[in-house]
């Protein structure tokens, strides 16, 4: 009878044992920093960057996008690169991220890449300039796409610095570049809604349904929304550009799958 009893002593301190281990592990996992996390914390970036970080949340956007270690990502008209360099930690040197740029967008955006990569810095990260009609992305070479505040670009044209882009063409390159059931995330700054593609004109906004239409006619799918970046208090009537509204637009965050 000593010797059962012990050994269900045993057994039970055992089994205490190894709860509280499980517990601790599980207290662990969830206090340790996702990929995105680390991402925002790698070291390197810069305080514009980091001051960016609040206003567009990138680590809840990717980890909405699903975007993980080993993919092959296009930052498409990704300006001076913000969420290119985020998203190299992201996927990892498993990974690849291209960021595309066409001749308008690389001369606006000639600064603040010679600061991003100055030195050699982000290697991993290649960067193309290409034209708009033959953005050069291959066929299904993508598991996923991003186009952050520059959709209603397709939609908007200046005579002297931005021919107009064939947004149906541009579109239908992105579609054959993104692999079958891969991602496409979609930011913008959201327009009145039923007004179209107007809006991208003198606004620089554009309708969310309308953006929904024109993605669907394309090979696209809408999968989800969401509502991280929205602002009620944004009328939709002014220009992106208007310091009353500057950096606090209200922005539709679209995930669409390639069919």
Do not use: C
Request: charged content about 25%; glycine content about 10%; cysteine-free.
């Amino acid at each position: 009878m000593t010797t059962i009893r012990h050994t269900v002593r045993a057994r039970g301190a055992t089994a205490g044992l190894l709860m509280v281990l499980g517990g601790l592990a599980a207290a662990a996992a969830a206090a340790a920093p996702s990929i995105y996390e680390r991402a925002l914390a790698a070291p390197g970036r810069s305080a514009e960057d980091k001051a960016r970080d609040a206003r567009d949340q990138p680590a809840a956007l990717y980890a909405f996008a699903g975007f993980r270690r080993g993919m092959r990502i296009a930052d498409i008209f990704g300006g001076g690169g913000y969420h290119s360099e985020l998203l190299s930690y992201v996927v990892g040197s498993a990974g690849h991220v291209l960021l595309v740029n066409n001749p308008p967008y690389a001369r606006y955006a000639a600064k603040e890449q010679a600061a991003r990569f100055k030195a050699g810095r982000l290697p991993q990260i290649e960067r193309r300039v290409v034209e708009s009609n033959d953005l050069k992305l291959g066929q299904a070479t993508l598991d996923a796409a991003l186009i952050v505040m520059a959709y209603h670009d397709l939609y908007w044209e200046d005579k002297d610095s931005f021919p107009r882009i064939d947004a149906g063409q541009f579109l239908e390159q992105i579609h054959a570049a993104v692999k079958p059931g891969g991602r496409l995330l979609v930011v913008d700054h959201a327009a009145a809604p039923g007004s179209g593609s107007a809006p991208a004109q003198t606004l620089h906004r554009i309708d969310e349904q309308f953006a929904i239409r024109d993605l669907e006619s394309h090979g696209f799918r809408l999968e989800k929304t969401w509502d991280g970046l929205r602002n009620p208090a944004d009328d939709h009537g002014k220009p992106v550009f208007d310091a009353a509204i500057r950096g606090r637009t209200d922005r539709f965050v679209h995930l669409y799958r390639r069919r």
